[in-house]
């Protein structure tokens, strides 16, 4: 692996951070487009979806998110990049997770302003090619968002919802080269996860197939409207144990990009899979429509488990496809 060239693509994103945070909104598109390729693609969370071009992403999202939080802080919390293990690992990514913090002074999304400090919690993917931003990630939560505002959007949550802090170590930005066979250890792992967890078919009781791959004490810190949680035990009661009850007739699973480096790695998906919503489900009913799950999922091991996953799921999306539009309910219902 080229040390030297993961070095570069994150030193471009994060050069690019540094103007883009501390611009004024009428810079902003002029700042993405210098530092993004003509056939750039951004992802982003619902209502976003795939938006085209420095302008659109401007003017979509940036302006308008830039317009109603003011005095905006970036607190990244994991820095890493890596090679795509999905391309054969020919493709440079560069991968940052934590939170946009700032003042919320004007409506976002119709979302009614509180003045106060609040946190837009979000993981990013940066494809680098040829010095350039080829094609972006970036999922947030924005159920946390509302509900930090004074909204929640769901009723029933089986976890815990909090403002998510990073790893407990303390150690997720790495600037500096990193050991690439512990990015290795780190990469086998989570693929063993997905063997054992992501087709839901390892015919073991739940908490063994969990204690394979994770550690005892692990935290798995969800997306807000299934929340967070603590230990094997409660993740199985509070999030995987619920979870496979709701859903049927999983789909494989399928990423664009997945990488480690050092002890932490992810991966995410456009979508990642699919599934058919059969069982009740954070406190909604069942519809037998199959909705997409677009998640970012970001890992810290620990030895030989996995310690800490960080989980971004576009809730928003997947419930707009089982007809449930959330956002459009906000201006209907006080906040």
């Not at 947030?140 to 029933?156: C, E, L, R, T």
């Not at 919802?161 to 170590?169: D, F, M, R, S």
């Not at 199959?290 to 419930?319: C, M, P, Q, T």
Request: proline fraction near 4%; include cysteine.
């Amino acid at each position: 692996m080229d040390h030297h060239d993961l070095r570069k693509a994150k030193k471009l994103i994060w050069d690019f951070y540094q103007k883009l945070d501390n611009a004024q909104i009428s810079e902003i598109e002029g700042i993405i487009e210098a530092h993004t390729s003509e056939q750039h693609v951004w992802y982003g969370y619902h209502p976003f979806a795939e938006i085209k071009g420095s302008k659109e992403i401007a003017n979509l999202f940036w302006a308008p998110f830039r317009s109603s939080v003011n005095n905006l802080q970036r607190r990244v919390d994991i820095f890493i990049a890596g090679k795509n293990e999905i391309d054969n690992f020919k493709s440079t990514w560069v991968v940052s997770m934590g939170h946009l913090m700032g003042l919320f002074d004007f409506p976002w999304l119709e979302i009614k302003p509180t003045k106060k400090i609040i946190f837009l919690r979000y993981c990013e993917f940066n494809k680098i090619e040829n010095g350039k931003i080829a094609e972006t990630a970036m999922y947030f939560d924005i159920p946390s968002f509302m509900i930090q505002a004074g909204y929640n959007p769901f009723s029933i949550a089986t976890a815990a919802h909090l403002i998510q802090p990073g790893p407990i170590t303390h150690d997720g930005l790495l600037f500096d080269q990193q050991d690439p066979k512990e990015g290795k250890k780190t990469l086998s792992l989570i693929n063993s996860m997905i063997n054992y967890l992501g087709q839901w078919k390892s015919g073991l009781p739940l908490e063994d197939e969990l204690r394979k791959t994770w550690c005892e004490d692990m935290v798995w810190w969800g997306p807000s409207g299934i929340g967070a949680t603590f230990t094997i035990e409660r993740y199985a009661k509070q999030h995987a144990g619920p979870f496979r009850k709701a859903f049927s007739e999983r789909s494989e699973t399928n990423h664009i990009c997945r990488l480690a480096e050092g002890q932490f790695g992810g991966f995410f998906g456009w979508p990642n899979f699919t599934a058919k919503l059969t069982n009740d489900f954070m406190g909604l009913p069942a519809t037998g429509k199959v909705g997409e799950f677009r998640v970012i999922d970001i890992y810290r091991r620990s030895e030989n488990k996995l310690a800490e996953n960080w989980i971004f799921i576009d809730l928003l999306h997947f419930w707009k496809q089982q007809d449930l539009d959330i956002l459009a309910q906000i201006s209907s219902r006080k906040s």
